[in-house]
């Protein structure tokens, strides 16, 4: 081979290996600090903040650390502090602040490249979102932290748990218990890997076994949640006393063991503890104080401290309107109102319990659960717009070049760049491959964020239909055996038309109180199958109407499990209910059909009908769409003026069965 053959043969070699590196590792946006930066002091002083536990000291330093980084044009130690500064307002309820010092740390995060503080960042956004009851937000921004780690190594693995600890509390908030405990398993195993953390990880660990805790905590296993608490004091004992981030584990420990107490009937304990709770995280963590007063309020009404426990739960709930916590509130207004009704206060009871409702619809609403998916939407369209003006910017230089250089090195680089787009090819399908793995994840977390909406609301029902049914059912009860006592006491009342009148009306009224509670907890589905508990509904609807009620089944429902029976229900008295209340129909017909593998509901009425295109979303409507939708499920709706409506709704049994399987 000749000196010049040779040459070419090197010079080619090395263009591919710098197109290959400039495809693996992205060139940076910025020339990096400036000459003379000691960026090792500032990391320095960044941990020397991380180690205070006075959140506005810790803030002061970072805010030095930020300015040195700027002056010093280090854009990673922006990043770091700005964070810092953001997750500090956080902990003390200040979220406009903290959402001003994420939004300048992300900037400068991705000017750094650095992938750990990209997550960093991001995974901020999803807890200031999630802490003001924006759980939509939360999911976009936590996926989208994890879409940054393709996998986990020695410099990202903090942010990876981090992730992973947060979208296990969202998934506990959106009662996905299966999602709970993947995600807390995959952050422990990774806290507990010496090879990756380099034994550092008691920290993240110890925010693991904490949300672990919690879940069994929720499971009514308190003997469980305990040895996770317990096991996370026994962790900060060996953490270094000055560290700041200390105390929060330790506070954070008590007042949940505070909670656990409640649970197992030790209200004493549970007061003590959720009392010095607040008195250590007081003006340092927002979202501690209160978890803690919402235990101390519960725990005190079940002592029929009455008095001081409102004062408790009424001093939280104005700081959750002040700081805007809306996650942990709907504790605090349950708890207000079971104090109201216990006191006979029954006008500010139904005053809170509005209250509560608006702000259970604001936290979990299904039409919110699209707009998860429009945000993933959003990011992967921004995504390939960058990838194709960076692949736009790379052929106009190669292509200016080529006018510059002689044949030789033209014909060369021509080479080279058919080679690059080989591997550019190669790298995109690998990042294909990735999005459509993140893709899946967040269409699971789309039908768990469904399901949890719907169970919750079963959740709902069922917690009213008991209050009815044992609380003002009990008190008409009582009120009756008063007026009869009356009669015996005065017997001539008893030839009172007014009296046998009163009677009448509570003997009503405690039918209608049963006859509401038994609709909304349907134990008709316990001791019936689904066609069965379907006619009975019909024929109890139909009693007292002038509506024609049909109802026809076709097929086996035994394979149907009780989730998806509860679901059918509910959809047939959704849409039954419309048909009397709305329809102006003579006759209705409901059908439940298995078809081969579909299983399929449909509701037709010969009623006034409406225009379809400018039909009005309400509750109902929403609420009918999440339970579909939650079973991957699919409807039509036909109507017109004058020409009645037909609801069709289709399931797919394989689909169904298959998710099963799988879980």
Request: proline share 1%; hydrophobic share 40%; with cysteine.
């Amino acid at each position: 081979m000749t000196m010049w053959a040779k040459k070419i043969v090197i010079a080619v070699l090395m263009s591919i290996v710098a197109v290959f590196c400039s495809q693996l590792c992205p060139a940076q946006v910025h020339a990096g600090p400036k000459p003379g930066t000691d960026t090792a002091a500032i990391m320095g002083l960044i941990r020397a903040a991380n180690m205070q536990a006075v959140p506005d000291s810790a803030i002061k330093l970072f805010a030095e650390a930020a300015r040195q980084s700027a002056a010093g044009n280090f854009a990673l130690g922006s990043a770091t502090a700005l964070c810092a500064i953001g997750s500090r307002h956080c902990d003390m309820g200040r979220y406009t602040e903290a959402m001003d010092f994420c939004r300048r740390a992300q900037a400068f995060a991705q000017q750094s490249g650095d992938r750990a503080q990209i997550a960093f960042s991001r995974n901020l956004e999803g807890v200031i979102h999630f802490l003001q009851g924006n759980y939509v937000g939360a999911s976009a921004a936590y996926f989208t932290a994890l879409q940054g780690l393709p996998q986990v190594d020695t410099h990202t693995w903090k942010a990876a748990i981090n992730v992973y600890t947060n979208l296990a509390n969202l998934a506990s908030r959106m009662q996905q218990d299966d999602k709970v405990l993947q995600y807390l398993n995959k952050g422990e195993a990774l806290s507990r890997n010496e090879q990756i953390t380099l034994g550092r990880a008691d920290m993240l660990l110890a925010g693991i076994l904490i949300n672990k805790g919690n879940y069994y905590e929720r499971k009514l296993m308190p003997d469980s949640a305990l040895k996770y608490y317990e096991e996370v004091e026994t962790i900060t004992q060996r953490m270094d006393p000055a560290n700041g981030k200390r105390l929060r584990f330790l506070v954070l420990a008590e007042v949940n063991m505070a909670a656990v107490y409640l649970q197992m009937g030790r209200y004493e304990q549970a007061a003590e503890k959720a009392r010095h709770g607040m008195m250590v995280a007081q003006n340092k963590y927002t979202f501690i104080t209160l978890g803690a007063a919402y235990t101390l309020g519960e725990a005190l009404r079940q002592m029929k401290q009455y008095n001081e426990a409102e004062q408790v739960l009424k001093a939280a709930l104005q700081e959750n309107t002040r700081s805007n916590t809306k996650d942990r509130a709907v504790q605090g207004y349950a708890t207000l109102a079971r104090i109201y009704r216990q006191t006979g206060r029954y006008k500010e009871a139904l005053a809170v319990t509005d209250s509560l409702i608006a702000l259970k619809d604001t936290l979990v609403n299904a039409s919110r659960v699209q707009e998860v998916t429009l945000a993933e939407a959003r990011y992967e369209t921004a995504a390939k717009d960058a990838q194709i003006a960076h692949n736009e910017l790379l052929i106009t230089r190669q292509q200016h070049n080529l006018t510059t250089k002689n044949l030789w090195i033209g014909a060369i680089l021509g080479v080279v760049m058919l080679l690059g787009m080989l591997l550019a090819s190669l790298y995109y399908i690998s990042r294909q491959k990735q999005a459509n793995v993140i893709r899946l994840l967040q269409q699971q977390n789309t039908i768990g964020i469904l399901k949890g909406v719907v169970q919750g609301e079963e959740n709902e029902r069922v917690r009213l239909a008991r209050d009815l049914h044992d609380g003002i059912g009990g008190m008409l009860s009582a009120t009756k055996m008063r007026f009869m006592a009356l009669r015996h006491e005065n017997e001539a009342i008893a030839a009172s038309v007014r009296y046998a009148e009163a009677i009448g009306l509570l003997d009503k009224m405690g039918d209608e109180i049963r006859k509401t509670a038994h609709n909304l907890m349907p134990e008709v589905l316990q001791r019936q199958d689904i066609t069965d508990a379907i006619r009975t509904y019909c024929s109890d609807m139909q009693a007292g109407t002038t509506v024609q009620i049909a109802f026809q089944h076709l097929g086996n429902f035994d394979w149907m499990p009780a989730d998806l029976k509860l679901n059918v229900y509910r959809i047939v008295q959704e849409l039954v209910k419309n048909v009397l209340q709305h329809a102006g129909a003579t006759h209705c017909m409901v059908q439940i059909m298995m078809l081969e593998d579909y299983l399929t509901v449909s509701v037709e009425d010969d009623g006034t009908g409406f225009d379809t295109q400018n039909v009005t979303e309400g509750i109902g409507l929403k609420n009918l769409k999440a339970r579909i939708l939650s079973h991957e499920g699919h409807y039509t709706l036909r109507s017109g003026k004058d020409a009645g409506t037909t609801v069709y709704i289709e399931f797919e049994v394989k689909a169904i069965m298959n998710n099963r399987t799988e879980k």
